[in-house]
């Protein structure tokens, strides 16, 4: 009885560590879904730049306010780094939508159908943004923020790039 006691214990305690996502300092979860094309999206793709990943939903008014300003942040750093926005929770058809209204995007648009990549970065609430260094590391990560989390999150990207010695960018 006491071995079932312990073992449910440590079940409990790795289902929290989980819960919880990978931490700042950590590597983050390679696997960022399928590209439109239908090609599978990896962090690997991108070594050497500063990633930040979004998961957003078609239903999240914030999302839809992020999005250009992260595509805006694309276009102002392309060899500096790369915005994959992953889309979670919407049917096929609402991701058609998204896909033609944000059809002149530069950010890399991933979806994960089925929720398992939002699992293991333990997305709970929308946005959820990550950012990733160029070894491929938790930077930093925001959940669940609106319009006045912007300035610090582009703070936090931009802080990352002058470690290198690269300039910041002002997508605004």
């Known amino acids: 009885m006491r071995h079932a006691f312990i073992a449910l214990l440590l079940l409990m305690v790795c289902g929290l560590a989980y819960a919880a996502g990978p931490e700042v300092g ?14 599978p999206v990896s962090l690997e793709q991108f ?27 694309q276009r102002h750093a392309e060899d500096l780094l790369q915005v994959v926005a992953v889309n979670v929770k919407d049917t096929p058809e609402d991701y058609r939508v998204m896909m033609r209204q944000m059809k002149g995007y530069r950010l890399l648009q991933a979806r994960d159908s089925d929720g398992r990549i939002a ?42 790039l002058r470690s290198n010695g690269t300039i910041a960018v002002n997508p605004g």
Do not use: M
Request: proline share 5%; with cysteine.
């Open 26 to 39: 950590q590597p983050a979860p390679a696997a960022l879904g399928k590209a439109r094309d239908g090609t």
């Open 47 to 73: 070594r050497g730049r500063i990633v930040v990943v979004t998961f957003w939903a078609s239903w999240c008014t914030y999302c839809l306010k992020e999005l250009p300003v992260l595509d805006s942040l």
């Open 119 to 160: 699992d293991r970065y333990a997305v709970t609430g929308y946005p959820s943004l990550w950012i990733i260094d160029r070894e491929g590391r938790i930077a930093a990560n925001h959940r669940g923020y609106g319009e006045d989390s912007l300035d610090e999150i582009i703070a936090e990207i931009n802080a990352l």
